[in-house]
């Protein structure tokens, strides 16, 4: 009996969170009218290939697309690559200081990013990246909580005495690294993967600042442009959400079963 309870209150909460997804698709699939029905549609209606089109033509999604794809990889891949190897440092070797840098990296953490906005903006212009896609990809190629969660993974899931013995075998700090630490992190590794490029792709405030919403768009920006106006054509808007959802449960479907046997590890080991 406990089980099934378990399972129904489960179901009914995995419902709950794809329900937001499929209304959209429907809005997206249905005219302007179908948000202002006094019974709101429930069933995919025959306008999405034209909403699609109208997005194309409203604004240049493709271009939006392409440059939030160009991010959210580039500072993912540099996430993952960086993280880990500041993880392992921080994790495995000894070197003075290690502890007090720790301490000082995990404070940072805590500073709200909004209040850095006008100093990395003047940094920004300073370089002369103000438009290019640079100002939003190089603030994020490493983040605070990329190195803590890459270091606690390592404390878990590499041994210290595995470091010891390939050190005592010849293994170079590099190649400790690469084959010992690295395969121990696949599952840890996509999960923050996962939160990273979910993060940068949603990314909106940094973005509207630093980019020139007709030249270099990302697809927040772009999706912001289809609500502006004397009013909002929903469905519009709704086809661009979806569109922009994608690539992002693209991802999730590719590592899902990374993604939760990462979860899994840190819930046990916890």
């Given amino acids: 009996m406990r089980n099934r309870l378990t399972y129904a209150l489960l179901t009914g909460i995995a419902l709950a969170s794809v329900f937001p997804l499929y209304w959209s698709f429907v809005v997206a699939s249905r005219d302007g009218s179908a948000i202002a029905s006094r019974t709101p549609p429930l069933v995919p209606g025959g306008n999405l290939v034209e909403n699609i089109r109208r997005v194309f033509d409203t604004v240049d999604f493709w271009l939006a697309l392409q440059n939030s794809l160009i ?102 700090l590099l190649r400790t690294y690469w084959h010992v630490a690295l395969p121990a992190l696949r599952s840890h590794a996509a999960v923050l993967g996962m939160l990273t490029f979910t993060a940068a792709w949603n990314d909106f405030f940094w973005p509207l600042i630093v980019l020139d919403p007709n030249e270099t768009p990302t697809v927040q920006v772009a999706l912001s442009r289809l609500a502006s106006g004397y009013f909002t054509d929903y469905s519009l808007m709704l086809t661009g959400v979806t569109l922009g959802t994608v690539p992002v449960v693209v991802l999730f479907l590719l590592l899902a079963r990374r993604v939760v046997n990462g979860i899994m590890k840190g819930a046990i080991n916890g």
């Avoid at 500073?111 to 103000?130: K, R």
């Fill in 71 to 172: 991010v959210s990889v580039t500072v993912t891949a540099s996430n993952l690559l960086l993280s880990t190897m500041a993880g392992f440092a921080f994790a495995r070797l000894r070197f003075p200081g290690r502890d007090t840098l720790f301490l000082l990296l995990v404070g940072s953490a805590m500073i709200p990013a909004q209040l850095g906005v006008i100093p990395l903006y003047l940094l920004v212009g300073e370089l002369g990246w103000q438009g290019k896609l640079a100002a939003v990809i190089v603030p994020g190629l490493v983040s605070a909580f990329s190195v803590f969660w890459m270091r606690q993974a390592c404390e878990e899931a590499v041994p210290r005495e595995l470091v010891d013995a390939a050190t005592m075998d010849g293994c170079s």
